[in-house]
Every structure is written in C-alpha cells, then in structure tokens.
C-alpha cells in the first residue's frame, strides 16, 4: 500500500472527488493526507475525513497566506490539532520564490506553528522555497530555545544544505513529482543519500503531476509513478519502497497508528 503524505482533495469539487478516491485505490494508494492552508479552510478538514475512513488531514497556515489573517497562537493550533484525524500541523513555513506575505511576517507565522506542533504533540510539514537557511536557522533556534519536535519537508526540491541540516535534527523528507522530472538529476542524487528510514512520498495534488502525466492536473493515484521512480534511484522495487514509506509515515504520523 501507498500512502500520499501530502495532497489538497479539498481543490477538487465534491463531484470529482469521489473518482479522484477511487482512482487512487485502484492504483494502491490506501490512504491520503489533505492539507491546511488557511485556517478558515482547515476547520473544513476534518469533516471531509470523516466522510472517508482513508482520509486524514493537517491544519494550518501556508505561507502565502500568512498576512491575510491574525497568525494563530500555538494554543489555537494545539487545540484544533486534538480532533482524531488530524495528524499533523501545516503547511507552513517559508517561501521567498512568491513573497506573498513579509518575510518577518512568514517567519513569525512558521515559529508559531512550530511550536504548536510541539505543543500537540504532532508533525509539522513544512513548505520550503527559495528560503532554505532561513528555515534550517528556525528549526535549529526553536530546537534549542524549547527542543525537539517532528517535521516532514514536503515536496522536497531544495538544495542538498537543508537536507543535510533536516536530517541532522531528525527530520523527515518527502518527494513528489518533481523527482520524476528528466532535468532533476541533482534532486534524484540528493534523494540517493536520504536514510532509508526518512523517505515519505506525495502528489501535492492538484500541481506537479509526475511523468508521464507532467502539465495534467495531479491526483493521489499518480504518487505512484513517484514511488516507482524513487524505488529506481534506491535500487528497490516497487512494492519495497510502498512498504518503507507506509511504515514511515506510520512512524512520523503516529495518530495514524493509534
């Protein structure tokens, strides 16, 4: 089984979605993780999970979004992190690529989700680009100011650096299907040296659609052609590296285990 740690189902409309869902079993993707990105969109979460026993979700805000609304406080999140579906915090993070918001504002919106996350006990999936120090030098400084916590680098297509200072503070690498793309050898020979046991895959659905189906609007059920390609950069099968990442996602997004 394939799990895709990182999608946005709530994009498509409540039409599509049930074929969207049983596209993805009939390619063994058993289950499915859709994403806060603002928090009037997250509280909308849960109940679509509930709807679909496969399904789970985080709450947050990305970003993009960081300056549209009063950042919310660790305790807000922590709280909305209680519900049982709700496996994680995020995205958020930093983007310096778009600048949609400040960048002190990004930062102050990713510190607060960091330490939600530690309050409640979860993940953080953190959006990465173009910001690459800055967000390895928050990490480090919430690690030391109040220790550690779990964090996924979703949609993983940064340099080797972050990789190097995530996984030396215990973090967790995702890949999508950027990884498939002719040009992202550099991406590929970084995914090579990921330990075995930090490895998770997704869609970030509906963009980065893998090849074959690049420039189509992506559905979880095509994180398998991302798999595939990972398992070739690892010298694995198919059906191996499904099994690693499931258990991997297990490990990290222990709510999903309980």
Known sequence: MLVDSHCHLDYYTPAELPEVLSRA??????????????LAQSERLPPMTEAHPNLWCTIGVHPHHAAEAPIPTPE???????????????????DYFYDKAPRDIQAENFRSHIRGARLAGVPLCIHARDADDDIALI????????????????????TRRLA????????????????????????????KDVPLDRLLVETDAPYLAPVPFRGKRNEP?????????????????????????????????RKTSA
């Open 164 to 191: 190097e200072a995530a996984l030396e503070m215990g973090g967790y690498i995702s890949f999508s299907g950027i990884l498939t793309f002719p040009k992202s050898t550099e991406l590929r020979d970084i995914a």
């Open 25 to 38: 079993a009939a390619a063994g993707v058993g289950e499915m993780v859709t994403i806060g990105t603002t």
């Open 139 to 158: 990490l480090k400084e919430e690690r030391d100011r109040e220790g550690g916590f779990d964090f996924l680098l979703h949609c993983f297509s940064s």
């Open 76 to 94: 807000t999140l922590a709280k909305m992190a209680q519900h049982p579906r709700v496996i994680g915090i995020g995205e958020s993070g930093l």
């Open 221 to 253: 059920a095509w994180v398998a052609h991302t798999a595939k390609v990972l398992a070739e950069v690892r010298g694995m099968t198919p059906e191996a590296m499904a099994d690693l990442t499931t258990a991997n996602f297990r490990r990290l997004f």
